[in-house]
């Protein structure tokens, strides 16, 4: 749509979409409501400033272009400060709710400043939009675009990598911060970091202004979804947040790092009919949220109050806009979206197969270099692990997270479902056409116990959440090995070291895109919290003192990633179906009990024998790898292990032996000692060996 602006001497062109965009003598707001009567354009001077400046009046005839108002304000440039304001019918009952007096956020701002201010006249104040010139010298950096399949992802948070006064960084908690940090995740070897939100959200009490008890820490609560939070940046300077963080993602890719955002699109911090009214609500309630009782109500499929109308053609044009926002201006290489399936209803919240929004972002030709990751679930009961949606969408496998902890947790009956997930959640993924990379295998995440606590409490301990302990999972599958939470009995600390040492390996190797959960790697700890959303503090932020206390795990995580990396035969594009690969009967996977006969899958028992065979040149003539023998012994007792027949002539050296005290836990350059002559040896309870063949 081309807008042309009446006055001669104002004359120019541009084309949507909205907020401020700024040009050479001006700025031009633009923003949608049907519904409006009267639109305004609230100026300020300052971040702190209580009224605006000036306030300038949308002229209904000229200014409006269908349900699009569009203003040009001559002699006003970045760094201006600006709210909107709109007059029109206010009946709950109806779903209509325009306040003229409420301060509206700019649904397109693409940087928020100051904060919530105190209301003592029943107006809430919300942080002010800020105009932003987006010039940038990212001195060529480009997408990535490195291959799903060769990814491994570090779910973090950008405040908490760096805030602890442990991290020595100039500036902590901040979008700079995690650039001080990029040597060490470079030396850990992750190709991704997944940031936990980054889209602005309250970090204030909306009414009073003040910092709440407990705030919200992991950011799961959009309030605009094309601006980075002001919270993380070091300068203070309204869209100083802009420039740190694509400094940041430049950074980062300078270092071989992509950067996936977690992006909430689900909801928004309006809340329910009690909350306030912000930006959405004031300015088109009815088409920006899913309303039920005639739009007395908000449906709450997001577990938060609100729905986001996602398959709204307006809404569904603002999550495209924000996107490709995301991905152009901010060279951002993908998304993880939380609650997906909320994204596969229709307006009216019923599930549908080949939902527009989930089927267009797929096929968005600007959004074709990104990864696109969902959470396939929803907080009405939606599950679609397995069945989300096309060849495009990749998946947080939950399936898998339970199943590994099970398996290690020493449950019986967990064979098959420890193979399948080893092999790549074919029964999940293969009939729908997509390969292993589709599932993003992960055994904690942020939403749960970090695994230091999953192998150190058998119960949550939420207490410090002020909801009495009753927020967060009951369903956990931890084991606390005797003790609930940290002791000083070394069998204990042997066996919980144990224990992380063999979920890391299964993480590590199984055929899939694995995810790391920041601080696993020297065993973090939220002191059994498993809901730890409002815990701005050291139970959430990384100590990075135990990088050096626990420098043992470190060093054997940072083997792993170093050996997928390097080693196709454990990040195969193809189901693994036992398929013979012409070598003396080997098969490309290959299953055996711990005597090296055939598995009973029903036995209970807790030992499996897995033989990984090296992708054949055929399969992949630019990738020669090594075969691959994994024996894990999942039960509470020594076990004799015998190698199947098959995999005898063959010149095995050790990798990993999680039982054995470091160094010699793990050997980095595949040179450890060679299985015994007779093939016979006894593996401690618990515990993981790794054989690797010559090349």
Known sequence: MLMVHPHPELQFTHVLPYGAIL???????????????????????????????????????????GDIWSIFIPGVSAGQLYHFQAEGPYDPSQGMLFDGRARLIDPYAKALAGTFQASDDGIIRPPKCVVVDESFNWEGDRHLKRDLSETIIYEMHVKGFTADDSSGCKHPGTYLGVIEKIPYLKSLGVTAVELMPIHEFPIMDMVTGKTPTRGNYWGYDSMAFFAPHRGYAASKTPGGQVREFKEMVKALHQAGIEVILDVVYNHTCEGNDQGPILSFKGLENQVYYMLANGGREYKNYSGCGNTVNGNHPIVREMIFNSLRHWVHNYHVDGFRFDLASILSRDRSGNLVANPPLVEAIAEDPMLADTKIIAEAWDAAGA??????????????????????????????????????????SSDLYQAGGRQPYHSINFITSHDGFPMNDLVSYNHKHNEANGEGNRDGDNHNLSYNYGVEGPTKRASIEKIRNQQIKNMFCTLL??????????????RRTQHGNNNAYCQDNE???????????????????RALIAFR??????RQK????????????????????????????????????????????????????RDVLLLMNGSASPQQFILPPVA????????????????????????????????????????????VASR
């Open 574 to 625: 193809h189901f693994l179906g036992g398929f013979p690969t012409g070598r003396r009967g080997l098969f490309d996977v290959n299953w055996y009990n711990n005597l090296g006969t055939a598995v009973d899958w029903d036995s209970g028992d807790s030992m499996l024998t897995c033989l990984f065979a090296a992708p054949s040149k055929d399969t992949d003539p630019e990738q020669i790898g």
């Open 509 to 522: 190797l199984s055929q899939g895109v694995p995810m790391v959960l920041m601080g696993d790697e020297v």
């Open 23 to 65: 040009h050479e003598r001006g700025v031009r707001f633009v923003v949608f409501s049907r519904s409006a009567t009267a639109m305004r354009l609230l100026l300020y001077n300052n971040v702190d400033d209580r009224e605006p400046s000036e306030i300038i009046d949308f002229d209904r005839e000229t200014d409006r272009w």
């Open 539 to 557: 139970i959430s932020w990384f100590d990075w003192d135990q990088v050096k206390k626990h420098d043992e795990m470190r060093r054997f995580v």
């Open 383 to 424: 599950y679609q692990v397995g069945s989300f949606a096309n060849l495009r969408w990749a998946e947080w496998n939950g399936r898998y997270r339970d199943d590994l902890r099970s398996f290690w947790k020493g449950e019986p009956h967990k064979l098959g479902a420890l193979a399948t997930r080893l092999a790549g």
């Open 648 to 691: 005898k002539g063959t010149s095995w050296r050790m990798f990993v032996d999680t039982a054995a005290t470091s160094p010699s836990d793990v050997y980095p350059d595949l040179n450890g000692p060679r299985p015994p002559a007779a093939g016979k040896f006894v593996m401690p309870e618990r515990s993981v060996r790794i054989y």
């Open 565 to 570: 990396r390097d080693q196709p035969t454990v």
